[in-house]
């Protein structure tokens, strides 16, 4: 199957539904000035390796991403926001899984292990997504059209 990983998976999934809601659900818990500034001194916070992105200390303020800059960001979020998520380990859960999900759809070919990591991260998401549907307006997966075609991959 032919992907449009930047647009369907990383800006799709990943940015304007898994991010969008996260980032609700954590001001519901701190509030909408505290998390924004929460997210940002985290992402800071990151350690400096060579292959991981500084984002600096305004990330929540960036308006427009670029696709390496999705992946980028995929690659450290939850070890960056988990601290934030603690007591709430399904939420982390579905985290988790939509990132699994996501780098493993990015593999150029599949073995039947792999196939079945892919299948392990959407049980996960299908497990734990009912958390975040508070935080879309539909709060139905089917009516999410780029969550709901994961069903399909």
């Known amino acids: 199957m032919n992907v449009d990983r930047l647009h369907q998976l990383l800006k799709g999934v990943f940015k304007d539904h898994t991010w969008e809601w996260m980032v609700d659900f954590l001001k519901h818990i701190y ?24 984002f600096g200390d305004k990330l929540t303020r960036v308006k427009q991403w670029t696709g390496s800059e999705y992946k980028d960001m995929l690659k450290v979020w939850l070890a960056a926001l988990a601290p934030l998520l603690k007591g709430h380990l399904n939420h982390l859960r579905f985290l988790k899984s939509v990132t699994d999900f996501i780098l493993i759809a990015g593999y150029h070919s599949h073995s039947e292990t792999t196939l079945r990591y892919l299948q392990d991260a959407l049980h996960g998401i299908s497990r734990n997504i009912h958390l975040f549907l508070p935080y879309h307006h539909n709060q139905s997966i089917s009516k999410i059209p780029k969550i709901h075609s994961l069903f399909h991959y």
Do not use: N, V
């Open 31 to 54: 509030g909408a000035e505290k998390t924004l500034e929460l997210i940002d001194e985290r992402f800071f916070a990151l350690p400096h390796f060579s292959d991981i992105r500084q």
